[in-house]
């Protein structure tokens, strides 16, 4: 072929070839990216479901119940009887002597005099008598003689000075210093064993002299001595 460039022929006998390289090419590029990075499936997107909330019930504060306070009813106490214990008619004689004794020879005022609910008067035994006085509370020991309203009596406890002043006007009397008044303070006294006490002794010209008093014991035995 006269006048024709054999490079051009040349060259445009090759470009067939050369697309057909670039078409090779391409397939094998596009193989070497399917064997790098293989297809991933196609996942369809999960719904977004909002978490449901349960509302937590509304709880209703629990309220006790007022308790109403059980009426207080007071037990209705039916007082028991007084019943007055029987006593003997000899006793009741004594009480009533010792309460006219004790007020002469004590001057005082009696409120009362309570002795056991039965005394017997043949026994030789001695029974206390609790009397009440404005002097105050002291015992007298009542001793029966064995014959109905007799007996001998004296104050436990306590000493009552009229009697002690008879004592000391009887002592005197009898070793001649004749009749003479005694004074020994108040209605009565505690008798203390061991109490140590004067009297005042005033004879018929006036003179004055001293009795002292020894208490021997509680039932009012005393030592006596006119100084």
């Known amino acids: 072929m006269v006048g024709s460039n054999p490079k051009t022929a040349i060259s445009n006998n090759q470009k067939p070839l050369l697309r057909l390289k670039q078409v090779v090419g391409l397939a094998i590029a596009g193989m070497a990216l399917a064997s790098c990075t293989p297809p991933q499936a196609e996942v369809p997107p999960s719904p977004t479901t909002a978490p449901t909330v349960t509302a937590s019930p509304t709880l209703s504060p629990t309220v006790s119940p007022t ?7 007071s037990p209705t106490v039916i007082p028991s009887p007084t019943v ?3 006593k003997a008619a000899n006793v009741l004689t004594i009480e009533k002597q010792v309460t006219d004794l004790v ?24 029974y206390d008598c ?17 014959q109905a309203g007799k007996f001998r009596w004296g104050t436990r406890g306590l000493l009552l000075l009229s009697k002690l002043d ?23 006294r505690t008798a203390k064993q061991g109490e140590v006490f004067d009297c005042k002794v005033t004879d018929a010209k006036g003179k004055i ?19």
């Open 67 to 73: 308790l109403l306070p059980s009426p207080t009813v």
């Open 84 to 86: 007055s214990p029987t």
């Open 103 to 126: 007020a002469k020879a004590g001057n005082l005022t009696v409120e009362s005099v309570t002795c056991p609910e039965a005394i017997d008067e043949t026994s030789g035994k001695a």
């Open 130 to 146: 609790q009397v009440q006085s404005d002097a105050g509370t002291f015992v007298v020991v009542v001793q029966p003689t064995g």
């Open 166 to 188: 008879t004592l000391i006007q009887r002592s005197v009397a009898n070793q001649g210093g004749g009749k003479v008044s005694v004074d020994c303070g108040s209605k009565a």
């Open 209 to 227: 002299r001293t009795a002292r008093i020894t208490v021997r014991d509680e039932l009012g035995n005393v030592y006596l001595t006119v100084l």
